[in-house]
Structure formats: structure tokens, C-alpha cells
């Protein structure tokens, strides 16, 4: 679009979930933050491998299976080469996974705070409307309208406004999208032609730059 100001905006959880299970070392439920450490064990050609968690009151350890008893012949070969290196990548990654969390614990805490990088991708000069695609590697809890609101330096109030008058568009049909949590692919465009100060203001804003 030759009238729009196009940027992405990356959104990266500052801290993993947290899974709530039994602690020995506490004698009841306690919150467990993981450890970025792997435990291997092989039984002939099978293989177990867990995700170590530390008790956040005193640090017992509680491991959360990643497999168990998995041909290792059966394994990617990129994940099997993660696992033996202790990849900080691949076991952060690891460590927001919702899915296998839940199933080994009925409460798992998630927290809103985020880093974010913003990267613009295309600009004419004379610019009237704003288009944000997000990209969240990782699950994270908060929601589109709270994201908007602080980094654009706008009330949640405003913005419903916007989405209501047909300003604030997306590229899904939800009509509670403000209201959802944050996803790859979601795309933001606003119209700011009745705007006077899209430079000045809207653009430092949008950009992460002056």
C-alpha cells in the first residue's frame, strides 16, 4: 500500500510460565520456574528426557517429561542434538509450552511482561495510514488491546473507539479482537489521515525510532 507506514513488531515474554505442583521439599503446592536444564536417561535404544523445574521457595527440582521411553532412533536429529547440548534456545522455547505444561499441572501461572523490537518495513512520505503485523514466538497472555494501548500511548477507551468507528481495522473477522491475546500473524492497520502529527508523533511511536 503506497499511503502506509508498515512495521512489525516483535513481542518476547520476559519470563516462562510457571506450573504449580507438589513440592517434597515444601510438603505442599509450590510454584516451580524452570531450571534451562535437561535430564537424559537411556535404557538400551530408549530414551527419557525431562525439563528440570525449580521450586521457587526452595528450590527442590521437579522434572517435567519432554518423552518417555522414545526409540532414539525416532528422535529429530535436531532435537536430539538439542537435548544432549543443553540448548538455551531450544529449552526456552520448550519452557512455554502451554500444552505439555497443563497436562502435568492443573494451575500454571503466566505473566504479562515483554520485551518488544520493532522493525520498520516500508514507508512513503506522505503516509496516512499505520499497519503493525506482530509476530510472538512464544504464548503470551496479554491481550491486543493492552499491547496497543502501551506502545501507542493510547486508552484502552480509544481504541475500542477506533475498532467501533471502523478506524482501527484487522485482518480477523473476531469482533473481540482487542480482547485477545497477542498471536503471530495479526495484523493492525489504523487510518490516521485526520491526523496532523503522524510524523511527529505516531511514527517514534510505531518505529522504536525517531
Known sequence: MCDTLSVRWTIIPQIAPQPWTA????????AFQSSGKIRLNAN?????????YKCLTCEKTWNRPIFERQNVRD??????????SND???IRTESFNL????????RVDEFSEFDIEKERLSETGDWTKLKIELKAPFPISTRLDRLLASELKLS????QTLHDR?????NSDRADILRRRIKTGTQI???????TNREQSWKPLATGSP
Open 23 to 30: 513440592c517434597s521439599g515444601c510438603g505442599g503446592l509450590r
Open 44 to 52: 538400551g535404544r530408549k530414551l527419557d528426557a525431562w525439563l528440570i
Open 75 to 84: 528422535i529429530d536429529p535436531l532435537v536430539f542434538a538439542a537435548l544432549q
Open 88 to 90: 538455551p534456545q531450544w
Open 99 to 106: 500444552e505439555a505444561l497443563r497436562s502435568r499441572s492443573k
Open 156 to 159: 484502552r477507551k480509544q481504541l
Open 166 to 170: 471502523g478506524t482501527l481495522r484487522s
Open 189 to 195: 492497520t489504523i487510518d490516521l489521515s485526520a491526523e
